[in-house]
């Protein structure tokens, strides 16, 4: 393969990953223990350097971006509300609506299925 390196295994002739395969087959963080601990080193200078940012960076825009990355290290990031709203070609929007509408469909199909009337 021109120029790429590494296994051409699980890879198509472009070089791009066929379906079911990776090239992280165990799932597993690519960054070593090692990397890591010696990151987390530095933990305490990089909240202290937040912290000065926070109180002396020219921008407001950076101010406030150091401010909310002290926030959420210190207090998680806010939980996201996500609301989903829908609205279905019979009118229904909500679920209770289709559910509604589900088992009306249900009761007409028995009851033309006993020979009733669909009216």
């Known amino acids: 393969m021109g120029g790429k390196r590494g296994s051409t295994k699980g890879r198509d002739e472009s070089g791009k990953w066929l379906p079911g395969h990776s090239g992280n087959p165990d799932g597993g963080s690519l960054c070593s223990a090692e990397m890591r601990d010696l990151a987390r080193t530095y933990t ?31 207090h998680g990031r806010p939980a996201s509300e996500l609301q989903i709203s829908h ?8 679920p209770a ?23």
């Not at 609205?87 to 909500?94: E, H, L, P, V």
């Open 87 to 94: 609205t279905d070609k019979t009118g229904a929007t909500s």
């Open 97 to 119: 609506d289709l559910v509604s509408q589900a088992r009306e469909a249900i009761r007409l199909w028995d009851s033309a299925q006993d020979g009733e009337s669909l009216q």
């Open 44 to 74: 305490t200078e990089a909240i202290k350097t937040l912290a000065m940012m926070m109180d002396v960076a020219p921008l407001p825009r950076d101010r406030i971006s150091a401010a909310n990355a002290l926030l959420d290290r210190g």
